[in-house]
Each structure stands twice: as structure tokens, then as C-alpha cells.
């Protein structure tokens, strides 16, 4: 596979895993009907949880700093806001999948490797 192709897709899942993590625990805190401060910043090690998980399971150790900024700039732009306007489960794993492989673009098109 392609540097840049495996690099989009080791993205796409770290995006994926992302969106899991985190629609699961809005959806387990929000039992009660609310999602308060604490509730909510429980949620921030998430994404670098799934950047770990992403990064040893690929065996790609050395992308576990750029797995991480996919991961919180995929938090940060598609999955606030799907969040924001009421989304379910399944809603929020598409969106960090599609966030995960757009963040990723660029740190693929500047990857060293030539494959």
C-alpha cells in the first residue's frame, strides 16, 4: 500500500475510534439528562487514547504525535459540533471517521516516505 494511502487510512481510524470514545461517553454521562464541566472534561484523554490504541495496533509508533492532533482536531471540528446539534452513536463515529481521513490529508502529503 502507498505511504500516503496507509497514512489516510491509519487517520481514518484513529478518527473512527475517536468518534466511538467519545459518543459512547456523552452517552453514558448524559444518563442523567445533563452533561456538566466535569462530566464534559472527562472527555478530553479520549482522542489520545484512541491515537495510542491507532498507533500500536498499526505498529507505527512513531505517528503517535501526529495520530494525537488528528485526534483532537477531529474532536474539535466535526464531532463538536455534530455533537452540539443532537447527534446518536452511529452519527458521531461516520463524522470522526470523515474528520480522522480529512485531518490526516495533510500530514500524509508531507510524509517523508517515498514508497
Not at 456538566?36 to 489520545?48: R, V
Request: aromatic share 8%; hydrophobic share 50%; net charge neutral.
Amino acid at each position: 500500500m502507498h505511504p500516503r494511502v496507509r497514512a489516510t487510512a491509519i487517520g481514518l481510524m484513529t478518527g473512527l475510534l475517536t468518534g466511538l470514545f467519545v459518543a459512547s461517553a456523552e452517552w453514558f454521562l448524559q444518563r442523567d439528562g445533563t452533561l456538566d464541566g466535569l462530566e464534559a472534561l472527562s472527555i478530553l484523554p479520549l482522542p489520545l487514547a484512541a491515537a495510542l490504541l491507532v498507533a500500536f495496533g498499526c505498529g507505527e509508533r512513531r505517528l503517535t504525535g501526529r495520530l494525537a492532533a488528528v485526534a483532537y482536531l477531529t474532536l474539535a471540528i466535526p464531532l463538536f459540533g455534530i455533537g452540539i446539534g443532537g447527534a446518536d452513536i452511529p452519527q458521531q463515529v461516520v463524522g470522526g471517521a470523515i474528520g480522522g481521513a480529512f485531518w490526516s490529508i495533510p500530514f500524509a502529503l508531507t510524509s517523508r516516505s517515498t514508497g
